[in-house]
């Protein structure tokens, strides 16, 4: 939970930042701040309850802890065998109300959000999330929460547009014992305008890949023509996609191995929509195949695959690296198919 408090207080440190940028720009009455009158209804729900009585809509069970753990591939004994327990980090999962949604929301939630919505915050993004475990759950443990509005920031502005930062804590219980807590927060906001890149000519351009702390190593990488792995320092075991700790042992020491180049289709689909020439090499727009690609080192990535008609991309397939310039400012790592 360190390092979830250490990117909190970050976060927090960059949002006091922003609102005093943003401040900076506002209109002042008599020598004071233009009041925020929006912010202060908003104010007015913090303490009320987000969700009351909620039941887990499938007690804790097996299956879903198999197919947790084989999508963040993570093989812990714990989480198998007769005294299995599920990984700590699925606490949110038993609460989700999945694709026919959540039936248990209060009115005070709704009544915030529909404000937020009114005045044009439309638009949401998950900023971060803090959980504390309580007690480990079991299979067969049945699921119940209240929720609460925990806090409504002051308006913020950031790149995404300007809007409110929500954080809401979920105490969670199993048959009944206080099991862990949960806090989410979400930025709601009206979407900044967006200025198109655009090749000179007028011709767009792709979208920019989001760089972080905890991938910028990958991006320096492909700069290079070097296709990075994660390796951890204490386990040696390689990860990919980029993140801060490790999946098997939890470490976050870790350093790189270069990727060979050699791979193979483990899966794939082909993408259908209408002409976008930024996603085509020759300004056609697609449709264009995009892959799961097995590297020889035994991780997988996505990609595009190259080389080979979008159609005769198949699963087992060999392929090799690429780098593809897509701009004078853009390259990106794909795989040209080959026989097999």
């Known amino acids: 939970m360190t390092g979830a408090r250490e990117r909190r207080e970050e976060l927090e440190e960059r949002e006091a930042r922003e609102g005093r940028e943003a401040r900076g720009g506002r209109e002042e009455q008599g020598g004071r701040e233009a009041r925020d009158e929006l912010y202060e209804r908003l104010k007015a729900f913090e303490g009320r309850p987000a969700a009351t009585a909620g039941v887990g809509k499938d007690p804790v069970n097996e299956p879903m802890i198999r197919h947790w753990c084989e999508a963040m591939g993570d093989t812990a004994p714990a989480y198998t065998g007769p005294d299995a ?147 951890c320092g204490a386990c040696a075991t390689l990860r990919f996609p980029w993140l801060p700790g490790c999946n098997g042992c939890g470490s976050q020491e870790w350093d790189t191995v270069e990727a060979s180049g050699e791979g193979t289709v483990f899966s794939h689909v082909v993408m259908h929509h209408p002409p976008f020439p930024a996603f085509s090499a020759f300004d056609g727009g697609g449709p264009y195949a995009v892959a799961l690609i097995e590297l020889a080192e035994g991780v997988r990535m996505v990609s595009n695959v190259i080389g080979v008609p979008y159609d005769k991309v198949r699963a087992g397939m060999p392929v090799r690296l690429e780098f593809l310039r897509t701009d004078p400012e853009l390259e990106l790592p794909v795989f040209r198919g080959g026989e097999g």
């Not at 767009?204 to 190593?217: H, Q, T, W």
Request: net charge positive; glycine share 10%; with cysteine.
């Open 85 to 231: 327990i599920a990984p700590p980090t699925m606490l949110q999962a038993w609460t989700m109300g999945g694709l026919s949604g959540h039936t248990d929301r209060s009115d005070a939630y709704e009544e915030l959000f529909g404000l937020l919505d009114g005045a044009g915050c439309t638009s949401v993004v998950a900023t971060d999330c803090e959980q504390e475990y309580l007690r480990p759950l079991r299979p067969g443990d049945r699921i119940t929460f209240d929720a609460v509005i925990e806090s409504v920031s002051e308006r913020k502005t950031t790149k995404l547009g300007t809007g409110y930062f929500v954080t809401t804590r979920m105490d969670v219980r199993a048959e009944g014992e206080p099991a862990g807590t949960h806090r989410f927060r979400i930025l709601k906001y009206a979407p900044a305008a967006v200025k198109r890149a655009a090749r000179p000519g007028g011709r767009s351009l792709r979208p920019r890949p989001v760089i972080n702390r905890d991938n910028a190593g990958f991006w320096q990488g492909v700069a290079e023509h070097r296709l990075l792995i994660q390796r």
